[in-house]
């Protein structure tokens, strides 16, 4: 305001108005030190808060006061203040958890800094890594020392180092199996940066492993006993020859072994899963499987089979189950040929009953002579004579019958007849076999021609008496009309061949292919001609028993003539 | 959920730090709202420097803040009650 203007206006003195003036100067100077001050003190409120200073010409001082921006920031901090401090207590309770979680856990951890001086560690440090350490043993604070010195004692290298590890990558790392002591410890190692991403501490974490690295190995022992022990199962289950099917408690099909899935024309992969009597349409196996899905099937059942070549087989099948406390957890089926067994049985019952035929005939005999014997009172010498003579014959018979099948049944049981071979000449042999047929006989003629004289067998003596009478018998039976019998003998290699040839009923081909089997009698139909059927079976028997052959050669109509071979005595 | 009350403050205009002030005038105003979540604060910028200065105070008074590009080329900052973690 100017001079002029305040004298033509105010009334006031020279004085008065100087001294307006001064005070109107103090004023504003302590105005603009108040502005200024507001001012200093906001740029400072604004740049802790990160911005910008305010500018003169973005706010007047009039404007600034009224705008209040230390009241404003201030207001602002308390807020902030506020937040800080419930930020700390979030923080001091996470510092609290971080220690529990740090003194509770199973592991030992250690804090160290970059120069793996221990800045702090939990108590399980204290009890798994410190305490076998007897260089320091009565130190309780192991703070400021470096792990280098305290827990590895400069036994692990640099590379092994996991400190080091994260030193050099800043980023995880871990060691694992690390040994220490008797025990083993997998250690990660996690690197603490600072806020400029600066590195500032190491965290050691040590979990011990030993437990689980025995178990691992008693695991891993485990598997490969169990593997090795699966590959004897399967060994076994492929080496069977009995077909094999494992279900569960409902029948379901869990295993089967090469043999069963060859019978069943199947495979395991088709019929896992599948319900017994499903995976078979043989008849009689489904009907065993069904009924023992309900527990009412039989031990076992017999079911037949043709082979792809065409042989009908016979097998049984039979279950075992499978239990647990009383409870069903599942069947093992067994699918087992049984066709010799079968074969076996047949064989037997038509021995026993073939037997007991052949000893009814002359037992007959014997019975209904020494009945006519014992009742009639008024025979004479001669009838009696003729009487007494074929209860004797038959009585003959009978006990050659008895005789041959005790051979027979010895030789079936698998017990060897006793064979002492010893050189033995044939000529006199044959004489001795020849003896007997010489006497009865009187029909036929018996030609010995022996090529060679004087030739040594090595035979069992009695054993080949045996079969030359046998042969001999069954020559002259078998030529109701008598004729020539021949003997001959001669030298082959090494071997006696010896043929006994005769001119009676003869036999074909297919009869002298069977006639070794027993109780086969080529002409059966001829009651005439009594015998067992067993002769030619213990023919073969003591001549195979020498290592020898026998052999039928038919000529149809004209008789037969049987071969054998011994063993010269060389 | 309750819908929240929005109080939209337009600042275009401002530059930082005036705009920081205003948004702090604001923040303090309706302080006790915001913490308890009840209202959400929209200040309209077209300041980039207030897109961080703003975001920065809310966060240091332990509030949330979400910035959106609007079609018109400016900012809107939407502060909230912090997420508690």
């Known amino acids: 305001m100017s001079q002029n203007a305040t004298s033509k206006h105010s009334p006031c003195t020279e004085l008065e108005y100087a001294a307006l003036l001064a005070e109107n100067r103090l004023l504003q100077s302590k105005n603009k030190h108040l502005v200024d001050y507001v001012r200093e003190k906001t740029n400072k409120l604004l740049q802790v808060m990160g911005t910008i200073v305010l500018k003169p010409e973005e706010l007047d001082d009039a404007t600034l006061i009224e705008f209040d921006p230390i009241g404003i920031v201030t207001e602002s901090f308390t807020q902030i203040l506020a937040n800080l401090r419930k930020t700390n207590l979030k923080l001091q309770l996470a510092h609290q958890e971080i220690q529990a979680i740090f003194d509770s856990v199973g592991s030992a951890v250690l804090v160290l800094d970059p120069e793996r001086k221990i800045i702090s560690f939990n108590e399980n440090s204290r009890t798994k890594l410190f305490s076998g350490i007897t260089d320091f043993s009565g130190i309780t604070d192991f703070s400021g020392k470096s792990c280098r010195e305290i827990i590895c004692q400069h036994r692990t290298t640099e590379s092994q180092c996991v400190h080091s590890m994260v030193i050099a990558s800043g980023h995880s790392e871990k060691c694992i199996g690390w040994e220490f002591g008797d025990r083993y410890y997998d250690v990660i190692g996690q690197p603490i940066k600072n806020a400029e991403d600066i590195l500032t501490h190491v965290v050691l974490v040590y979990n011990d492993v030993t437990e689980h690295r025995r178990n691992s190995h008693a695991l891993q022992r485990a598997l490969v006993e169990t593997m090795e022990a699966k590959d004897q199962v399967d060994g076994l289950l492929k080496s069977m020859s009995d077909g094999l099917i494992a279900s569960d408690a409902w029948g379901r099909v869990v295993l089967m072994n090469a043999a069963a899935e060859q019978l069943l024309n199947s495979n395991l992969e088709l019929c896992i899963g599948q319900s017994l009597p499903d995976i078979t349409a043989i008849p009689m196996l489904k009907d065993y499987l069904e009924m023992l899905m309900l527990g009412s099937a039989d031990h076992s059942a017999d079911f037949e089979l043709e082979r792809s070549d065409g042989k009908v087989k016979t097998y049984q099948a039979r279950s075992s189950v499978l239990l647990k406390n009383e409870n069903v957890k599942g069947y093992i089926t067994f699918l087992q040929d049984v066709s010799r067994e079968r074969e076996i049985d047949r064989v037997k019952d038509e021995f026993l009953s073939t037997a007991a035929h052949q000893l009814r005939t002359p037992l007959a005999s014997v019975i209904g002579y020494s009945e006519l014997i014992m009742e009639s009172e008024s025979l004479t010498a001669a009838t009696l004579n003729d009487y007494i003579s074929i209860v004797y014959s038959k009585a003959e018979q009978l006990s050659e019958i008895v005789n041959n099948l005790l051979d027979i049944s010895r030789i079936e049981a698998g017990h060897d007849l006793m064979i002492c071979q010893a050189p033995v000449e044939v000529e006199p042999l044959i004489d001795e076999a020849l003896a007997g047929f010489r006497k009865i006989g009187h029909k036929h003629t018996l030609e010995v021609n022996l090529q060679q004289k004087g030739v040594l067998l090595n035979v069992d003596r009695f054993a080949i008496l045996q079969v030359f009478e046998n042969l001999l018998s069954n020559a002259v039976k078998y030529s109701p009309n008598g004729g020539i019998i021949k003997i001959e003998g001669v030298i082959l290699d090494n071997y006696y061949q010896l043929s006994i040839v005769d001119h009676g009923l003869g036999m074909t081909d297919k009869q002298a292919a069977q006639a070794f089997d027993k109780f086969y009698r080529a002409n059966a139909s001829n009651t005439a001609i009594s015998g067992s059927g067993l002769g030619l079976t213990i023919v073969r028997y003591l001549v195979e028993s020498h290592s020898g052959k026998v052999w039928i050669e038919p000529r149809s109509g004209a008789g037969i003539t049987i071969h054998i071979t011994l063993p010269l005595c060389l | ?85």
């Open chain 2, 1 to 85: 959920m309750i819908p929240l009350d929005e109080l939209v403050r337009d600042i275009r205009g401002k530059v930082c730090p005036s705009s920081l002030l205003v948004a702090l005038r604001n923040i303090n105003e309706n302080i006790e709202a915001i913490s308890q979540g009840k209202l959400i604060l929209k200040i309209i910028t077209d300041s980039r420097d207030a897109m961080v200065t703003i975001p920065n105070a809310a966060r240091n008074m332990g509030l949330e803040s979400q910035v959106e590009k609007l079609p018109e080329g400016h900012y809107m900052l939407s502060i909230t009650k912090d997420i508690e973690v």
